[in-house]
């Protein structure tokens, strides 16, 4: 995200969770396996896509036009670092369970550093080693794309820390996001946790939660979304759906016929798309 002068920060100011609940886990999968998707990427082949979330909003909303191509979203923001004094001390209703809060316990809370959106926990797998995602019993994967739930997934390091004894419409996190004079909240739903060989620094919330948080607190999201990609049914050609995203990022097969020319948004076209069949 582009630096801003004004005081910026992300807190988490509230954490409930059951962990005695039954689990489902989803092991990680290859980076390189990409089956039928198809890859939003920058042109000029830096890494981070840095896009405009009215990209991504566009093509969720218009999704359903393609429901016969299109399995489903895999959708990661960018890393927003969250307030750490926040993320510790912000707990004015004592929902932290007891602890002897040595230095350890202090440095396990401390190391959460980031909040992610994401539509999908493909992302997390790809993003951590030797990861699983468990899931609380009544909650599975397809919540994180789900507009109507705010959902979030914890990592495991910080759940012992957690009051045990609370119903699950209870499990939520509450995530702020502050701009100058303009605030965004949100109440996350804590639907599982993830495990991993990688530093636990990431809670990972539902991305349509995440944008509305910074859009409604007017913040900048102008270079919001990291990644966008589409995973599309075992056998579909996409073509239909192509000659769509054509309006908004250019063939990565043809891109010498985009030069000089704008997309929907009257931007020049800084992205492209790429089909992998397998």
Known sequence: MKKRKKKVWISVIGIIVIVTATALLVSCQSKEDYGNRIVIKRIDGKGSLRMPHIYVNKILSDKS?????????????????LDERNFFYGYPFGVLAKTENTE?????IRAIEYCKGITDIDIITNEKKDCEVTFYEGFNAAMM????????????????FIKPDLAPQDRRIIVTRVEGSS???????????????DKYDTIYVSYSGLARIFTSAESDVSEFVDSLE??????????????????????????????????????PYIFKYEHYPK
């Open 104 to 108: 350890e316990e202090k440095k396990i």
């Open 65 to 81: 036009l393609f429901s016969e191509d299109i399995e489903k979203f895999l959708v990661s923001s960018v890393r927003i670092r």
């Open 183 to 197: 605030i965004g909240t949100s109440n996350f739903t804590i639907i599982g946790e993830y495990t991993a060989k």
């Open 145 to 160: 794309q789900d507009k109507t739930r705010d959902c979030v997934i914890m990592p495991s390091s910080v759940i012992k």
């Open 230 to 267: 589409i995973k599309l049914f075992e056998g579909r050609d996409g073509i239909q759906l192509m000659e769509y995203l054509d309006e908004y990022f250019a063939d990565a097969n043809a891109l010498e016929k985009y030069k000089g020319k704008t997309d929907r948004y009257g931007n």
